[in-house]
């Protein structure tokens, strides 16, 4: 098995057989989870300033339950509703292949620095979401990139509608 820095790394350079390579590997699982939850802390010290440590807890929760609703989202648009001919996934294969596109948000732990808050978010964000194309995109074996965007701005639309109205239940907003 690949090493968890080993493919952090490549995830983050975007490449394409590494999101390939985990969508394959069912043992990839935990570490996906802990991209994720690597990604969320990171983004919660990077947030210190702004939402205290209690920013980080909350953030990683937060975060790991935005992942899976993501992909569960995402699965469904992209197998259900804009499937190719040849596109054949299962909610594991995403989880994986979205877990590791977490990975460049590990850039999130600079917005402690005072005054780069707001721009490690954008980029640590931009970054993420072109990682998060790719993933879809091989995950769902799509030929081309567009229907990836197509399917991740659906999923991500969905996803956030979900997370409000789960933090609206819960009464954290």
Known sequence: MASLQDRM????????????????????MGQAIT??????VAAGIGQ????GVSGIIGGTIAALIGWFIWALVT????????????????????????GFASSPGIIRVL???PGLYWLTALVGGVWMLVAMVIAVR???????????IAVCVI???????????????????
Request: hydrophobic residues 50%; aromatic residues 6%; charged residues 15%.
């Open 35 to 40: 991209v994720v939850v690597i990604a969320s």
């Open 155 to 173: 999923g991500w639309l969905l996803q956030t509608l979900v997370m409000i109205i789960l933090l609206g239940i819960f009464g954290l907003r």
């Open 75 to 98: 699965y469904l648009v992209g197998t259900k509703m804009l499937p190719e001919a040849q596109t054949s996934a299962d909610l594991g294969e995403l989880l994986r292949t979205i």
């Open 48 to 51: 210190i300033g702004h939402t």
């Open 138 to 148: 091989q995950a769902l074996d799509y030929n081309g990139t567009g229907r990836a």
């Open 9 to 28: 790394m490549r995830a983050a350079k975007l490449d394409a057989n590494l999101y390939e390579e985990v969508e394959a590997d069912q043992s990839a």
């Open 111 to 113: 917005g402690i620095i």
